[in-house]
């Protein structure tokens, strides 16, 4: 149990689009969800946190405006990179938790990433 | 800022135990120690946890110091399939949102 997906696994996109990445929950309700970024050689850094059904709290230094996260459904977020460029492209991860059901409570199950290439 | 100090590099042999070190030296009395992995351009994975005791299951063993300074997670026969960073992190079990904060990890190399 405990399995969260994201989609795409890896995307390629010109400079100035915006580029949008689902993680969803699969076998429970998350009530809380958290959005990373990862640049090669370096950690996770964590860029927002979002309960369903409010606005997300971003990290200090994160663009909101950019970085638009909607977590409408207990099963899905999503992550909306905007006019993206180059030095967006990085690894995207999203972890889930919940306080509800079987699952163990406030624990963080990550998803498996988000190759984005911004040419 | 991470609140846990680890070496940025080990070696370990193919089939021997695989001891790595985290501090945490001032971590609070309603912070648990967890470790997570993250093998090469995947999501990080759960591995333990642990508040005071020492904790074992499938994957390792952790043991925590008395004063709770510091810790070991103990890989008993590490594989090749081991390789990746391993992360250790103090976090509250129930306060702050969840937050997971990452340092830099321990890059560890299981060599045949």
């Known amino acids: 149990g405990a399995v969260v997906s994201q989609h795409p696994s890896w995307v390629i996109c010109k400079s100035g689009t915006s580029v949008k990445i689902e993680c969803r929950s699969l076998?429970?309700?998350?009530?809380?969800m958290f959005w990373y970024r990862q640049f090669p050689k370096q950690s996770l850094m964590l860029m927002a946190t979002?309960?369903?059904?409010?606005?997300?709290?971003?990290e200090q230094g994160v663009e909101k405006d950019k970085f638009l996260i909607n977590h409408a459904s207990l099963t899905l977020s999503t992550l909306t990179v905007t006019s993206a460029h180059p030095e967006d492209s990085s690894f995207y991860i999203c972890s889930a938790s919940t306080s509800i059901g079987t699952v163990p409570y406030n624990e963080q199950f990550f998803g498996p990433g988000t190759r984005l290439t911004v040419l | 800022d991470a609140k846990t100090t680890q070496p940025p590099s080990m070696d370990c042999a193919e089939g021997r135990a695989a001891n790595l070190p985290c501090n945490h030296s001032?971590?609070?009395?309603?912070?648990?120690v967890y470790w997570y992995r993250q093998i090469h351009s995947q999501g990080p994975q759960y591995i333990i946890h642990g508040l005071k005791n020492n904790e074992t299951n499938e994957m390792a063993s952790l043991i925590i110091t008395e004063d709770r300074k510091s810790s070991t997670l103990i890989l008993p026969h590490a594989t090749l399939r081991d390789t990746a960073v391993y992360y250790c992190i103090v976090r509250p079990l129930y306060n702050q949102g969840g937050k997971l904060i990452f340092g830099q990890g321990t890059e560890l190399s299981v060599k045949p």
């Open positions: 979002s309960n369903e059904g409010s606005k997300a709290t971003y």
């Open positions: 001032t971590i609070s009395g309603n912070e648990y």
């Open positions: 076998d429970f309700q998350a009530t809380t």
